[in-house]
DNA sequence: TTGTATGCGTTATCAA
DNA sequence: TTGATAACGCATACAA
């Protein structure tokens, strides 16, 4: 094996100490031009890269902005961070992905705090999380001494945090309009409980459906959010004695399950269905789920600003920013027939 | 900001020394009963928890896992990935996810090597790519000293790595069978080139289907694997002047798009569509897409059984390991109809 | 402008 | 069985 030369290697066929390489390395000033073209040249001769991690240890700061996916299986959460990946790097701010882990446990589920603990070793200028986490403790101590942001629910228990979020109140008001104004009454919610944005988004339907004088009734997927939690929600949610002619699901990966659960009755009956987070899985043709966006690229973009430029999160710490979201209606929604 | 406790902490609370408590984490035997339980409550009471990476940089060698996505947007890498990563964990292994980035240049796409360099100066002690990556050049000179197996591709420019992979040409016989048992005889292939499996895949289609009697044609979608392309791909396919009556693409994310583009159709006219990956989607009732199984499962085993059983990966070093492939037949390959 | 010394949190080596 | 010390690759204060 050939190993990775060191700044150590550079100064030495360079002729000059390690701290003139790690300053060629660090600053534009303050070295000569004769040396830093020596140094540069010896860096390129070897291959050199400065090993970011040591030099963590060292300054206890590396600028670089840790991201953390909640989950890797809602596509919303991957394109977040994906997004937020590029639009930092168009910015030339490096970032670094790690999923979060879950663990089940006769308590119920928790976060496998290893995945967590080790990103936060690496001594993160900043923090990105994406999507609901079972518990944000380990990141209590850290908020004071760097920029948190969560995108896609609300820290609650993250005072010094800000919160990227959509606004489930103006979204849930649209849809439970949409679905009035198709001729539905009777509706049901399918969606998981116990975090702060599940609680929060199903008080809001249940607002919206209260104002736009709907009839509903929430049948719950515990604690899950994906398609296999939907689809057993909805199917019983098809079977209760009032029939709902319109399931609102907490996200799309619960309204494909949902979608699964209405193309199995027997007999056929139409059923209307919505979903929240407009994956693009959403926007296929066969799909056709009328859903909310969010409206990623905004929410990326405010989140990026915050990550990259202290003055404007420490204005905003401790806020939960509400992004307007938009109803895109397809054909999932039917009018209602009989 | 609470400052993470150190072995130094820790020492100093049990008032031993830190290579003990380093002995302690590290080792069972060695240190008497009464300091080992001296360290551990001390370590208890601070919440200490180990710091990987500084101890990656003394020992060069940490033990845990390096994965490395090549893109977030194929649900089947993110599948394999998270499954990796709870396989390993259940086997007391430490796995940390990166995603690779890709650069589009004027040469074309180019494989961004700072994420990449930034997981190995973490040192890891095996390294698993999921997904083909447009270079594995920074992996050239790691090859000999650690484990490195690459998953559904072949690692052609990595000689020393290990593959694991499906069996294109299995696969795409049994596609073909079905296709034409099904009466079709004019099929369009709907998939990118460059690459080792995207080129291997189209041969073996190409072979299979002239083995089937079938008349078909290719379709690229360039260096793209998404559902746009594939949508683009399809749109053109169909508008052939022999009309293809079958589509068979390189993976579900094009297959996707191709029901789209079927779907578009005016006037509407039914052609069967295939896919590859057998992601979660494509088990959808409003998707039911033919695809081919992967065997997931059967792939995270064995590539997780490399990574940590060194005499096994010797054992295997330079193979491609071909995994048997299951057809999974749906809707979307519909019977011919005239 | 350049070099020396020291420390980040850990492990490895060697004595005791 | 335990402790002192050096070193991993780098950054920073300070001296030259």
Redesign the pocket.
């Known amino acids: 094996m050939t ?1 990775r030369p ?3 290697d550079v100064a030495s066929l360079a002729g ?5 390489v ?2 060629v ?2 600053q534009d ?4 031009e ?2 830093r073209e020596r140094v540069l040249a010896a860096a390129a001769e070897l291959g050199y890269t ?2 970011a991690w ?2 963590a ?3 206890n700061n590396t600028g670089f902005v840790g991201i953390i996916v909640a989950d890797l299986h809602n596509p919303i959460f991957t394109e977040i961070a994906d997004e937020a990946r590029q639009t930092l790097a168009a910015k030339g701010v490096f970032s670094f992905v790690a999923t979060a882990s879950i663990l089940d446990t006769p308590n119920g589920r928790v976060l496998d705090p290893a995945p967590i603990q080790h990103l936060l070793d690496l001594k993160p200028g900043s923090l990105l999380i994406v999507g609901g986490l079972p518990d944000l403790q380990p990141f209590s101590s850290l908020q004071a001494s760097i920029p948190i942001v969560v995108a896609l629910t609300s820290a609650t228990t993250l005072p010094g945090a800000v919160s990227i979020r959509s606004d489930d109140r103006a979204a849930m008001a649209e849809i439970t309009a949409h679905l009035s104004g198709l001729g539905h009454s009777t509706v049901a919610y399918i969606g998981p409980s116990g975090r702060t944005v599940m609680d929060d988004r199903r008080r809001a339907f249940e607002e919206a459906a209260a104002d736009s004088g709907l009839r509903f009734v929430w049948v719950s997927t515990g604690g899950d959010t994906d398609e296999a939690a939907g689809r057993q929600a909805a199917t019983e949610a098809l079977a209760l004695t009032v029939k709902p002619t319109a399931m609102v699901c907490f996200n799309d990966n619960i309204a494909f399950g949902a979608q699964d659960a209405v193309a199995r009755l027997q007999p056929p009956r139409q059923v209307a269905v919505t979903g929240y987070d407009n994956t693009y899985i959403a926007g296929f043709e066969r799909i056709s789920l009328t859903t909310v966006d969010q409206d990623r690229s905004h929410i990326v973009r405010q989140a990026c600003n915050l990550l990259t430029d202290a003055a404007a999160f420490e204005a905003a710490r401790g806020s939960a920013l509400l992004v307007a979201p938009t109803l895109v209606v397809r054909g999932s929604s039917v009018k209602l027939t009989n």
């Open positions: 190993k060191t700044i150590h000059v100490s390690k701290s003139l790690a300053l390395f660090k000033s303050g070295v000569s004769a040396r400065p090993n040591a030099s240890l060292r300054s």
